[in-house]
């Protein structure tokens, strides 16, 4: 079993529609990132929270560290959003640990 | 764009033959992580170099070594390739030794396919 666990694995929307994506880990941590990664392999650092919510735009990441789980809302979402989602946990090696990944593509 | 750039961008190598990959830094970042992340997989840490020094090891075997030069920028090199090491490789920088808890800035990778 992966220690960080993402759901759904392929996500397809309508544009406008509102995403979740939903993030649980198994190990201690200090922190929790949401990355992006378009195809071609790009990977932008979206946030990194410890806890409590945080809103960037249409984004915001929400985090239960008591829960051991994160989610990541994408309001009014739109084509270009298109991506995969990576949540990665901060372990006790303080090395990045990363989940497989949520594909998302929204359609207009 | 990040500013951590990495070359090449494409690479085909054969079994047994040996790689090297680089990545520049973002300028005033003195560490560079490094991930292998194969196909519809998350990536996984290879190790990490902090200041020319490595500070840190994925369950990764010793044919994976790498560098950090005075200036920050990094090579990972691979010897005896295997099939399995077909994979897109990430560099990442960051600006302390606070690991992870650093906001990391991602390459774009090296695709690399072993045949």
């Known amino acids: 079993k992966n220690e960080v666990e993402q759901s759904p694995q392929n996500l397809t929307a309508q544009e406008g529609e509102f995403i979740t994506i939903n993030c649980s880990y198994s190990v201690g941590i200090s922190a929790l990132h949401w990355l992006q990664q378009h195809p071609g392999g790009g990977i932008v650092s979206l946030f990194m929270?410890?806890?409590g919510k945080k809103k960037h735009g249409r984004l915001i990441a929400t985090i239960n560290i008591q829960e051991k789980h994160s989610s990541l809302h994408i309001t009014a979402s739109h084509p270009r959003d298109s991506a995969v989602y990576i949540c990665a946990v901060i372990g006790n090696t303080d090395k990045l640990i990363f989940g497989t990944g949520t594909r998302l593509q929204v359609f207009p | 764009e990040t500013g951590v750039t990495q070359s090449p961008t494409h690479l085909i190598k054969t079994r047994g033959q040996q790689v090297t990959l680089r990545c520049s830094s973002q300028s005033g970042h003195n560490t560079v992580s490094w991930y292998q992340q194969a196909l519809g997989q998350g990536p996984q840490f290879i190790f990490q170099y902090y200041r020319e020094e490595e500070n840190g090891r994925g369950n990764f075997p010793p044919r994976f070594s790498g560098l950090q030069f005075p200036n920050y920028s990094s090579e990972l090199n691979v010897n005896a390739l295997e099939l399995d090491d077909s994979a897109l490789y990430l560099c990442?920088?960051?600006?302390?030794?606070?690991?992870?808890?650093?906001?990391?800035?991602f390459g774009p990778g090296t695709r690399l396919t072993v045949l």
């Open positions: 929270l410890s806890s």
């Open positions: 990442a920088s960051s600006s302390g030794l606070a690991g992870a808890a650093d906001t990391q800035y």
